[in-house]
């Protein structure tokens, strides 16, 4: 399984990924690591391990369309059969995502469909909600929006803050982004319009 991974950040969970396969457990490569930032840890780490990092910043670019057409591509340069979207903090152009339907998955730190978009720590503990987690989802037009594949879950506790909250999510993102990536390499999960199946059987 060829994986395009796009980060903007740290790029832990591009780690979970690499170590995955590095030990193993997921049968992928990871042909290209792609960011709006150049100095990310996700470059960073890809560079370590010599896996192909391209980085290009929005700034040098006319608009957003221009942007998006060249990272587009420079992915298609590495012919992935996914796109794994691992904290990648830009919207993505409709054209090219409308290309990689079904194609293409991000991993966002709720329980979807609440709290989309930004601080989702924040407004777990806002809400009060007694349940947080993350979710593996198809990227679809909508943010955050499309079909889930996987969640995990954690309890709140009373003396949680954001950070100790989106440290405990963090910790179950990187088993839950690689089981994901396993369903994929497996060839066991498709998109069907708007359903996700597993083994032939929506979810
Ligand atoms: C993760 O919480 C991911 O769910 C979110 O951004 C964060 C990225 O972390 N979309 P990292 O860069 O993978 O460490």
Redesign the pocket.
Known sequence: LRLAVL??????????ILDAIGDGVLDAEVVGVFSDRPA???IERARRVGVPAVALRPAEFTDRADFDAALFDAIARVQPDIIV?????RLLGAAQVEAWHGRMI????SLLPLFKGLRTHEQALASGALEHG?SVHFVTAELDGGPVLAQARVAVVPSDDTASL?AR??DR?HPLLVSALQLFAARRVRLDGSSVMVDGQPL
């Open positions: 980060a903007s950040g740290r790029g832990s969970n591009l780690q979970a990310s840890g996700a979207c691992a904290g990648y903090m991000n991993i966002h730190p993350a989106a999510v963090l993102e």
